[in-house]
């Protein structure tokens, strides 16, 4: 301050110039300017340290949004920032607020903790299926424990399309038997349809290549008849199924919450209510806040268009790499000393197949039904003969 009221005495009781005044001082003109104005209007308190504070902020948050946001997650105490901007802007709140600022306000009202993040791996990649019922993923175990009144402990049969989040199955049972898993499984294909694969834990009843003796379970039968490729999850690798493990999150947090249920139908019953909330109206994160249902209808994602030009299917598809099958009875593709096959529901179709030296591809109009790695004959020889011996 001092400093300031001698650089102000230099230009007014000594007439130096300002320029000379700033090089004495180690300032620019600006700043000497500024100390004149300042002493002129308030004198010597006008030379003191300001603030250099705004007055005001254009993009600042206002108190009614700050008291909406803090309302919202006090009612929903799961919703995080992303989920809370989702719905102000439902609201018609002009402008949205940042997720940054929408985490100030909760953090000023103590409603978030602050945690250090762990940074994700630079090798990480985000892996999922480009369209939807190209793959199912399905677990079965106890989610948070479904307690009825009788003290029983009920297990849930989950399953979510890799590409919708869509929840495709959502079934409760006692004791999880081969039977009941897989009346829940040919429940969902009813209703959804067949994935073209499904990925699942090595649980015994789903497959049997872990037992004493290589056998085909009852879940393995349906889906070699229905065409669908049955995929096991490695040992210790928890991030493979990390979709459903979500799913099962937010069905504890949102549905469970240490409730209890007079009788399996009842729970049943309340379940299938949220799946369908779940399903169609709840927006999800991770495919950009738009419903499973949304996403998994979404007339872009098809790869059927409504018509299909077979003339020009059938010029393209005319070529020495082209051949045309009929699917039989058994949903079964024979072509290039190779059985493939394909689902059931397709018996009596006309396919086509393209060869090339490593993969088939079978084709229903526009529609990518499976691709295979190519076997040479002798391969293929030497599978049939020990499938024969083994069974001998």
Known sequence: MEQRYQAVLAVIRDGVPIVDVARRFGVSRQSVHSWLLRYEVSGMPGLMNQSHRPDG??????????????????????????????????????????????????KRANLIEPHARRERDRKFKRWERGGPMELWHRWVRKVGG????????????????????????????????????????????????????????????????????????LFDRICRENGIDHLLTAPRSPTTTGKIERFHRSLRTE????????????????????????????????????????????????????????????????????????VGANGVVGVAWQQISVGRHRAGRNVDVQISKEILQIWDGTELLKTALRERPGEVIRKKNASILKAQ
């Open 146 to 217: 479904i307690l009825l009144t009788d003290g029983k402990e009920l297990k849930c049969l989950t399953g979510v399309d890799d590409h919708s989040r869509l929840c495709v199955m959502a079934g409760l049972m006692v004791r999880a038997t081969s039977r009941s898993v897989c009346d829940h499984f040919a429940n969902a294909m009813r209703i959804h349809g067949v994935p073209q694969e499904i990925l699942t834990d090595n649980g015994k009843v789903f497959t049997g290549r872990f037992g004493y003796k290589d056998t085909e379970v």
């Open 57 to 106: 902020c254009e993009h600042q948050m206002s108190a009614e949004v700050d008291v909406k946001i803090v309302e919202l997650r006090r009612r929903n105490i799961f919703w995080g920032p992303k989920r809370l901007q989702h719905e102000l802007a439902r609201l018609g709140i002009e402008p949205v607020p940042s997720l940054s600022g929408i985490y100030r306000c909760l």
């Open 255 to 326: 549905f469970l919450q240490s409730r209890t249920f007079e009788s399996q139908a009842a729970a049943q019953k309340e379940l299938d209510a949220w799946v369908v909330e779940y399903n169609t109206v709840r927006p999800h994160q991770g495919i950009g806040m738009v419903t499973p249902m949304t996403r998994f209808t979404h007339p872009g994602i098809s790869l059927v268009g409504p018509e299909v030009d077979t003339k020009a299917l059938s010029e393209v598809r005319s070529g020495p790499d082209w051949v045309s099958r009929r």
